[in-house]
């Protein structure tokens, strides 16, 4: 492209090719068209690979990045993390979703308006609701709110973050200074989103966009189920070593060890660094 991107799409797909086309489709129909596409197959076994060569010779926009040793969900997102150009604001995309036609220039426009009320060259990710629908494309549920166990919130983000992600990845941008930030995702991070979503809480900001901007697809084959079970520290972990509450407390702690790392190398100044060292030794 002549023209630096405004928005930079990264999709991660691993054998996806039942609803991929339409997800390329949903694409290629934005109304906002200074976008690039960066994709990563993850090892497929069906034909992904095959429509991603496809439609990238249809639209110079869409380019495909090397696939290699499978990363699974969340090494897949660091890759295209990594590899996204410095000039754009990142986009996570889903292989099964829609992109309502206007997607990309409503969030665009929304994180625009968020940013000026704080500092521009600060981390930030804008997130959304999601509108829920099934395998055929019909509707499940308008929001996505009533269906999860978290939702966004701007009472101490970082706090409840430590403990319970709000973010989902595919309703999910952010920018230049975040993704430096937080790439590459390191291998204690419980999935991509939540990161990101740690990382923006500690040292810039997280805006919430209550409009549902994604067709969410929900389907036998989701690798990220909607559960609407009680939060973790609402259950009491037992003292055995096969306990799930309790690996599910120590998959945290070795997150926020992480953070901790990646703040203390990177950014420490951070004002939200000593609090950090203190949770994670208390």
């Avoid at 709110?145 to 966004?152: E, I, W």
């Avoid at 200074?177 to 939540?194: C, F, G, K, V």
Wanted: aromatic share 6%; hydrophobic share 40%; glycine share 4%.
């Amino acid at each position: 492209m002549s023209d630096p991107p405004s928005a930079v799409i990264l999709l991660a797909t691993r054998n996806g090719e039942r609803f991929l086309p339409a997800q390329l489709e949903s694409i290629l129909a934005q109304s906002h068209e200074n976008w690039r596409l960066l994709a990563r197959d993850d090892d497929s076994s069906d034909r992904t690979p095959q429509v991603l060569k496809e439609f990238a010779a249809r639209d110079r926009r869409i380019e495909i990045l090397p696939g290699g040793q499978r990363q699974g969900s969340t090494g897949n997102f660091s890759q295209l993390l990594s590899a996204a150009p410095e000039t754009g604001l990142c986009f996570f995309c889903d292989q099964d979703d829609l992109w309502p036609n206007d997607r990309l220039e409503r969030m665009l426009a929304a994180f625009k308006s968020q940013i000026r009320k704080t500092a521009p060259a600060a981390p930030a990710l804008l997130h959304t609701d999601l509108r829920l629908i099934d395998s055929t494309g019909a509707e499940i549920a308008p929001s996505m709110r009533p269906r999860v166990a978290a939702s966004h919130t701007d009472d101490d983000p970082l706090g409840f973050l430590l403990a319970q992600n709000f973010v989902t990845g595919c309703s999910a941008m952010l920018n230049e200074p975040l993704r430096r930030l937080a790439s590459p995702i390191p291998t204690e991070a419980i999935n991509h989103d939540w990161w990101l979503a740690l990382i923006a809480a500690a040292t810039g900001h997280i805006h919430y966009l209550a409009d549902a901007l994604t067709d969410h697809r929900r389907h036998d084959a989701n690798s990220n189920p909607i559960s609407r079970s009680p939060r973790w520290r609402d259950r009491l972990p037992s003292k055995a070593s096969d306990n799930p509450a309790r690996r599910r407390l120590l998959r945290r702690l070795k997150q926020s060890d992480a953070l901790e790392l990646r703040l203390a190398e990177r950014a420490p100044e951070c004002p939200a660094l000593p609090r950090l060292r203190a949770w994670n030794r208390a």
